[in-house]
C-alpha cells in the first residue's frame, strides 16, 4: 500500500499562529496561505466533506464525481491539490486510488486559526 500526504502536513505547517500575539515570519505564513487556499475553492470543501462522510471515512474518485457533478480529471485535480497540501492521504489499491481526511493537518489549521485565548478554553472544558 502506498500512502501519500501524511508528512507534508507536519512538514509544513507553522508552529505560532497569526493569532498568538507574535508575528508570525514570511516561509510560515506562505506556507499556511498554500494550505489555505488549497482550501478555498467550493469543490474542494465539498469532497472534504464527502470523504469524511463516506462509510469507512475513506472515498475512490469514481465515488467522487457523481455527487460533485465534475469530470473524473477534474476531481481527480482537486484531489491531488488536497493531497499535496497534507490534508488527504492517499492509498494506492490496485488500479483505484482510496482518499481519507488527516486529521492531524485539519486539527493544525483549526488551532492555528483559533485564538490562543480560546484555546485554552476549548482545552479546559475537555
Given at each position: 500500500m502506498d500512502f501519500v500526504g501524511?508528512?507534508?502536513?507536519?512538514?509544513?505547517?507553522?508552529q505560532i499562529s497569526p493569532l498568538a500575539g507574535e508575528p508570525i515570519d514570511r516561509a510560515d505564513a506562505e506556507r499556511?496561505?498554500?494550505?489555505l487556499k488549497a482550501l478555498a475553492d467550493p469543490a474542494r470543501?465539498?469532497?472534504?466533506?464527502?470523504?469524511q462522510s463516506a462509510p469507512?471515512?475513506?472515498?475512490?474518485?469514481c465515488d467522487l464525481t457523481a455527487p460533485l457533478g465534475l469530470s473524473q480529471p477534474t476531481v481527480s485535480h482537486h484531489l491531488r491539490i488536497l493531497t499535496e497540501a497534507g490534508l488527504l492521504e492517499r492509498e494506492k489499491r490496485?488500479?483505484?486510488a482510496f482518499y481519507r481526511i488527516v486529521p492531524?493537518?485539519?486539527?493544525?489549521?483549526?488551532d492555528l486559526l483559533t485564538p490562543p485565548r480560546k484555546?485554552?478554553?476549548?482545552?479546559?472544558?475537555?
Open positions: 501524511t508528512a507534508l502536513a507536519e512538514m509544513t505547517m507553522p499556511l496561505a498554500g494550505v470543501l465539498r469532497l472534504l466533506s464527502l470523504i469507512e471515512g475513506e472515498a475512490c474518485v490496485g488500479v483505484w492531524a493537518a485539519i486539527g493544525t489549521i483549526a484555546r485554552a478554553t476549548k482545552k479546559s472544558a475537555r
